[in-house]
């Protein structure tokens, strides 16, 4: 709003330039906030430029509790839209996993390179502590399926202290078929969770506590030097050997165990992949591989003397025109292969 006074200056009305802000009550996941000082609403970027970087997020490397992973998940773009349109709520959990690309099939891993997605991706997807988590242990639950946006950020639900309210009630609560049974009677009610991860499956939040609960009873006999019993795996569908590398990951993981980000490489803007080869000159290779020998001047730096007269000339390409582009603009045939 903005306001004339009699002299003739126009005032601004700070009051009523602070944004409409009804996207920060739209967002289903509450993370839109306000910025009083720039008057404008922001939201998590997910520290981008760290990530371009090869390092973790700022949330994620300073989280006291080691509660925060990041790792790289291979997934079919083109089915998408597919899973986020199935007809039950309930359904959207598997419907989300099913798009997911194991990396260590040896079809996604050609599909992938053949997308373009560089080895260092490969690599860093096949030790991604996400897809162990979502789908090597099934214990990582996407946050509301049901609003259908697919997000990538998921979610350990909390095992509730079950222990000490066993043992108050008189049971031997170090029994894992007491201790798994009790699951059911948390601090947290199980409906609650399912609205927030499963889209109201409880069967999923109990499948889920049942394995972090059967990982504690393994665990706990394995460090009193006992030999733990081969049931408590198997009652959640697991073996003792699995239970212990969840167990490594989720207690004990190391840095490197937990963020997995390798660094991002230059890429080619949409709309100029049909300039063909030109598009490498016109680019060039980038400030990391451009300096990879260790140059320190601007000649080293484009890899010529190009020094003239004390002034610095920069090559120009010669770019083709987008008739004798080829067929790989748009509207050309989508490639199929992992995206990540």
């Known amino acids: 709003m903005y306001k004339r006074t009699e002299d003739g200056i126009v005032l601004v009305d700070q009051d009523a330039c602070r944004g409409w ?30 990530l371009e970087a090869g390092q973790p997020t700022i949330c994620s490397e300073t989280c006291v509790g080691r509660l925060r992973y990041l790792g790289v998940i291979f997934y079919d773009a083109d089915r998408v839209s597919q899973a986020a349109a199935v007809e039950d709520p309930q359904d959207l959990y598997m419907a989300q996993r099913s798009i997911m690309l194991d990396p260590r099939d040896p079809q996604v891993v050609a599909g992938a390179r053949a997308s373009g997605i560089p080895d260092t991706w490969i690599e860093a997807a096949k030790s991604s ?16 399926p049901e609003y259908r946006t697919m997000p990538m950020v998921w979610y350990v639900p909390p095992l509730s202290p079950v222990v000490d309210e066993v043992a108050n009630a008189g049971f031997d609560a170090e029994d894992h078929r007491v201790l798994l ?13 399912a609205g927030l991860f499963t889209a109201g499956d409880v069967n999923l939040i109990e499948r889920t506590l049942r394995r972090l609960a059967a990982m504690r009873s393994h665990m706990r006999a394995r460090n009193l030097g006992q030999e733990p019993d081969p049931q408590i795996a198997a009652s959640v569908g697991m073996d003792g050997q699995a239970l212990e590398r969840m167990y490594r990951l989720l207690a004990i993981a190391k840095y490197d165990d937990r963020f997995v980000v390798p660094t991002t490489r230059p890429e080619v803007p949409r709309g100029m992949e049909a300039m063909g080869d030109d598009v490498a000159a016109l680019l060039g290779e980038g400030a990391p591989s451009a300096c990879a020998s260790g140059c320190t001047d601007v000649s ?24 004798t582009a080829g067929s790989s603009g748009p509207g050309a045939p989508a490639t199929t292969g992992a995206r990540q």
């Open 21 to 50: 802000r009804m996207c920060v009550s739209a967002c289903p996941y509450k993370k839109v906030y306000f910025n009083h000082s720039s008057g404008k609403a922001e939201k998590c970027t997910l520290c981008y430029p760290r």
């Open 129 to 144: 502590p996400i897809w162990d988590l979502i789908n090597t242990y099934e214990v990582a639950l996407p946050i509301h």
């Open 181 to 193: 049974s009790a699951v059911a009677d948390m601090r947290i009610p199980m409906e609650y969770l």
């Open 300 to 323: 080293g730096f484009h890899g010529a003397d190009v020094r003239r007269n004390g002034r610095v000339s920069l090559p120009l390409p010669s770019v083709r025109s987008r008739r």
